[in-house]
Structure formats: structure tokens, C-alpha cells
């Protein structure tokens, strides 16, 4: 009898993140509350950058960010929130990482909700994310299901079935 598997990842597609960030560079610009404000997003590896006039600006900024990465299908899990610094010329600035893949410490929790739900799966952290195996299609989908009703603070995709 074969073995059936899938993958858990946690990974935010780069297409879709640049498109959310153009999106909201060009409602920026449209905007009369920024009218003449020096509001710049930059994007650069994992690390996104927001630097505007003042805090009320910069939640605003966040506000339109978080709402149009939702509409491109990017879960608002994925995004860690620096702290606010102050930058040149009396503005403010805020780094936001993205994060990718499962970390090792985010994995045991994982691991450990489908081992304490007693079904006959194997669960193998590989890579920045997690194989489930097992000789069962109904208990992979069993597994699924513990995976997708537990609380985690990183966004959660189910590829690689097998």
C-alpha cells in the first residue's frame, strides 16, 4: 500500500507582496491626507520599510497596507511589526519583517498537536517546513483539520500532496 503525504509551509508569495506594495504606494499618492507628505515604502529582501511625516500617517499607511495585502491573499500573520523610530527631519520610521518558512521553535507545537491527536501519521520537520506522511488519505485530512484549528502566529499552506 503506497504512502500518502503533503507538505506544511508557511511561505508568502513575492508577486503578490510587490503588487499589494504598488497598490498602496498608488493610494498613497492619491490620498489628500498625504498630500505633500514625505511618505516612501521600500521593499527590500524580507524587510519592508515605511517612513512617513508622523504616527497618525504612518498607522494610516499600515491600515492601507494590511488591507490590500488581504485582498492579494496574504494572511496579516505574516507580518512582524518593528518598533517606530524616529527619522531625519522630525518623521518616523518602522521596519515590518516578512516572515517565510516554519522555524524550528514554531514547529514542536505543530508537531505535537497532530501527535496528541492520536492519529497514525508520521510528522518530519524538513527545511523550513513540515512532511506529513502517513498510509491513510482520511487521516492526513484528520491531521489537516488539527493543523488548521490551532492558533499560530504564522500563516499556515498545505502543497506537495502525494
Given at each position: 500500500?503506497p504512502d500518502?503525504?503533503?507538505?506544511?509551509v508557511?511561505?508568502?508569495?513575492?508577486?503578490?507582496?510587490d503588487?499589494?506594495l504598488?497598490?498602496t504606494r498608488?493610494?498613497?499618492e492619491?490620498r489628500?491626507?498625504?498630500?505633500?507628505?514625505?511618505?516612501s515604502?521600500e521593499?527590500?529582501g524580507n524587510?519592508?520599510t515605511?517612513?512617513?511625516d508622523?504616527e497618525?500617517?504612518?498607522?494610516?499607511?499600515?491600515?492601507?497596507?494590511?488591507s490590500?495585502?488581504?485582498k492579494?491573499?496574504i494572511?496579516l500573520?505574516?507580518f512582524?511589526y518593528g518598533?517606530?523610530?524616529p527619522?531625519a527631519?522630525?518623521?518616523?520610521r518602522q521596519?515590518?519583517?516578512?516572515?517565510n518558512?516554519?522555524?524550528?521553535?514554531?514547529?514542536?507545537?505543530l508537531i505535537?498537536a497532530?501527535k496528541?491527536a492520536k492519529?497514525?501519521?508520521s510528522?518530519?520537520?524538513?527545511?523550513e517546513?513540515?512532511?506529513?506522511s502517513?498510509?491513510?488519505?482520511d487521516?492526513?485530512?484528520?491531521?489537516q483539520h488539527v493543523?488548521?484549528?490551532?492558533?499560530?502566529?504564522i500563516?499556515?499552506?498545505?502543497v506537495?500532496?502525494r
Amino acid at each position: 500500500m503506497p504512502d500518502f503525504s503533503f507538505d506544511v509551509v508557511s511561505r508568502i508569495d513575492a508577486q503578490e507582496l510587490d503588487n499589494a506594495l504598488n497598490q498602496t504606494r498608488k493610494e498613497i499618492e492619491g490620498r489628500f491626507d498625504f498630500k505633500n507628505s514625505k511618505t516612501s515604502l521600500e521593499h527590500a529582501g524580507n524587510t519592508i520599510t515605511l517612513t512617513t511625516d508622523d504616527e497618525l500617517k504612518l498607522r494610516n499607511v499600515i491600515d492601507i497596507l494590511q488591507s490590500r495585502a488581504n485582498k492579494r491573499g496574504i494572511s496579516l500573520k505574516a507580518f512582524e511589526y518593528g518598533k517606530v523610530e524616529p527619522a531625519a527631519g522630525n518623521a518616523v520610521r518602522q521596519a515590518i519583517t516578512v516572515k517565510n518558512g516554519i522555524a524550528k521553535d514554531k514547529s514542536k507545537p505543530l508537531i505535537d498537536a497532530v501527535k496528541s491527536a492520536k492519529l497514525k501519521v508520521s510528522t518530519q520537520y524538513q527545511d523550513e517546513q513540515l512532511r506529513v506522511s502517513g498510509k491513510n488519505k482520511d487521516d492526513l485530512q484528520k491531521a489537516q483539520h488539527v493543523l488548521r484549528a490551532l492558533e499560530t502566529d504564522i500563516p499556515l499552506q498545505f502543497v506537495n500532496y502525494r
